[in-house]
């Protein structure tokens, strides 16, 4: 007997809540109560205990029976895919990204949108929704439908709030910024990523291959290579 679903509902209700309700309602009042620091460290320590209670919570809940299957080829090659994608994204996202912690956006409506911020300016957002959606497909089970779950309404949510609390902040430099910028990834721009395509490659490949010693199971090309020794 396993853990009960119920426990990692709860689990991801706190790591999801916690991360919207520090972010936005409770930072203000909890930054000029106890200084920037003491909050900084206090976020990443709620961030850090939700998370492990979320992962301990998921490995102790039974997988479950899948709704469809998650190891046959055409959601195993649409999960790689995706995987990918989302590598090229967060990676990308690293540079030059106005919604990052400390970036200055003070004359960002001066500023046209280059590289991944013509596809999306959330990049590093829709890379963990892209992620969750990948491991929906290859694993809809139960316990993977609220931990993913999870994980895309934080991401899409979290966005979403990012620009309202942003705007709110920087008034014309956010709004301007929006209007030059799709929330939605427009995939068709995906050539705008250039060089990030290529620096994605081994990330991939080893984030891929590190799942069989880390889950027992293969993903990517590495599945094709150890299929039936699973």
């Known amino acids: 007997m396993g853990m009960p679903i119920a426990w990692l509902v709860l689990a991801t209700v ?12 409770l930072r203000g009042p909890l930054v000029k109560a106890v200084g920037l620091k003491a909050f900084q460290t ?19 809940v039974p997988d479950g029976p899948m709704l469809w299957d998650g190891h046959a080829a055409v959601p195993w ?56 959606l990948a491991h929906i ?10 931990l993913t779950g999870g994980i895309l309404v934080l991401a899409l949510g979290g966005a979403h709030m990012q620009d309202r609390k942003k705007e709110k902040l920087h008034g014309r430099d ?9 929330y939605w990834p427009d995939l068709r721009k995906a050539n705008e990523l250039g ?3 290529g620096l994605a490659v081994l990330p991939w490949l080893f984030i891929t291959w590190l799942h069989l010693p880390a889950a027992g199971i293969p993903a990517g090309i590495w599945r094709a290579i150890f299929v039936g020794n699973y």
């Open 14 to 25: 706190a790591f999801v809540g916690s991360h919207f309700l520090l972010s936005h309602p």
């Open 42 to 60: 206090l976020y990443s320590l709620v961030a850090i205990v939700t998370l492990v209670w979320m992962v301990l919570s998921f490995d102790a």
């Open 77 to 132: 090659v649409a999960a790689s895919v995706l995987t990918f994608v989302a590598i090229a994204l967060l990676l990308a996202s690293f540079t030059g990204n106005p919604a990052l912690p400390g970036a200055r956006i003070a004359g960002l409506s001066a500023i046209l949108p280059r590289g991944v911020y013509k596809i999306t300016r959330h990049p590093m957002m829709f890379a963990f929704a892209l992620w969750a």
């Open 137 to 146: 497909l290859v694993a809809p089970t139960p316990r993977s439908f609220v």
């Open 174 to 182: 956010w709004r301007s910024w929006l209007k030059r910028t799709n």
């Open 195 to 197: 060089w990030y395509w």
